[in-house]
């Protein structure tokens, strides 16, 4: 399926994201990590896969890999079939620190996508603006970053990521920090978003139903060193709704999802 | 001061307004001067001790009065050659500091001689340049650039390569480009070390433009106090030392003032982490 020769096939299937076989060692000076081995996975276009698995197991490594700022010791990296020397412009990258200027405000901080793009700050001001009350943050324009609690600021870098309107969003434990009601109307709004724009999303979480909730398919990833020791396609249809997590159905996945994470059920 | 303890509230209270910051921060330190001034100009004129062992305040203040031409001028000379310096010490330290940021061949080179030129006695190598440069403006100038220089540009270059990694590697990935990433990110970081490092330069430079005017100077608040030695006249001695210190005070007050100034979200983030109420958060 990777290999079409019929051209005209090849444009719907060629995968978005492509990981083959995919290792990656740190060596340091007093011990050398094994954080990814033979990785391989296929994103097609639009869709949304949320990746879980345990603290170390790699998540963040993967995603760092896949945006560029680190290269795989074996294996490709391909998105749209290609080989690019910047997969950094194809992609939005939310890491799992907010990494908020300190001396900008939530706005200034939000709109640093669009400066660098060019667009002038007038106009940037006025698209970001326009967003902060569904983010959240409809009072904290002005506010400095240090003022806002974890979770508010978590959703101020998860609005600088969507203002990059990139066509692949990695996502790295964006919801982490969020109270539990925020977290299901974020999810909600990236949905929401996601079936509008068509992004293809990689979504990094430790939350089983969350992965399961958001996802079409969850990939979980062994503890260190990484590998992917279990696919899921989620069986619930679309759109979700929050009341789905009360299904059978999901019940049935969540326990197959613990089960795979080596969770004693 | 001791809070009053409250059944009610553990921890310190906290400061409401300028008006009992003034009073909790900046009376005690001026009231303990006052204190010793008061003391020192009470033991001065009861004790029998020779005026020129031990003048009294008044009568330095006297003798800054009556000498307040001379003085005048003299600190206009000194000021002149501390900002001058000042000026030109900034200059280079941000150059230096900006190179040594952006190649570390520079950094390598430029670190440590920097570090040692710091060993080198001053009072040794102002002579020197008196002998170079004459007894005029210049040596002292340099000599104030070299005292400041060194405090300006390592704690902007440490300031500079503080810079958040994993900020840099964010903007990267947003497609920033070198300069915007500079703009961005490096130099707001680095304005707080920078700061620091100018607050450190700016209290050396009255002394170093002193000790220059002291070596080989024909004007000055360095020559006058080294006239006043030699006349034995120690009220004007201690003249001089005042007007230095306060020099220095004051300039180190103007820098910490624009330093607020620029940096608000610096000092408020600093504040936040030491909010006056007990707790962990
Ligand atoms: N730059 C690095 N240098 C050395 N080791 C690293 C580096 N980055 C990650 N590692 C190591 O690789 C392993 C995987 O790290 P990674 O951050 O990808 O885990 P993770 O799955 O994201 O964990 P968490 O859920 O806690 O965020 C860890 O053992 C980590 O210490
Ligand atoms: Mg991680």
Sequence with gaps: MMFETNPAQSAVSVPKVELRDISKTFSGDVETVRALTNISLSVAAGEFITLIGPSGSGKSTLLNLIVGLSEPDSGEINIDGEKYDRRADKVAYMPQRDLLMPWRTILE???????????????????????????????????????????????????????????????????????????????????????RFQQTVIFITHDVEEALYLGDRVIVLSPRPGKIIHTLEVALPRPRRQGMIALPDFGRQVTELLDALGVAI | MPAEPSNTEIGYPRVKNHLSRFSNEIMPPVLLIGFVLFAWQIFASRSGLSDFILPSPSQIIRAGWETRALLAGSIAITMLETILGLAIAIVFGLLIAGAMDLSPVVRRAFYPILVASQTVQILAIAPLFIIWFGFGLLPKVIIVVLICFFPLA???????????????????????????????????????????????????????????????????????????????????????????????????????????????????????????QAGIY
């Design chain 1, 109 to 195: 901080n939000v709109i640093i996508p669009l400066q660098l793009k060019g667009i002038p700050d007038a106009q940037a001001h006025t698209q970001a603006t326009e967003l902060l009350p569904l983010f959240g943050l409809g009072g904290f324009a002005s506010a400095l970053p240090f003022h806002l609690s974890g979770g508010m600021r978590q959703r101020a870098a998860f609005l600088r990521t969507i203002l990059m309107e990139r066509e692949i969003l990695l996502l790295d434990e964006p919801f982490g920090a969020l109270d539990a009601l925020t977290r299901r109307e974020l999810q909600d709004w990236l949905l929401e978003l996601w079936r």
């Design chain 2, 154 to 276: 390592v704690s902007t270059a440490d300031g500079l390569a503080s810079a958040d990694a994993d900020l840099v590697a964010l903007l990267i990935t947003m497609g920033a480009k070198r300069g915007q990433i500079w703009r961005m990110v490096r130099l707001p970081s680095a304005l707080p070390s920078f700061f620091s490092g100018l607050r450190i330069a700016v209290t050396y430079s009255v002394v170093g433009a002193t000790i220059g005017e002291w070596v080989g100077g024909s004007a000055g608040l360095g020559l006058y106090m080294l006239r006043s030695k030699n006349a034995l006249a120690t009220d004007q001695v201690f003249v001089a030392i005042a007007i230095t210190t306060g020099i220095s005070i004051g300039l180190f007050l103007l820098i910490t003032l624009i330093e607020r100034a620029m940096l608000p979200w610096y000092y408020a983030a600093r504040r936040a982490e030491q909010w006056e």
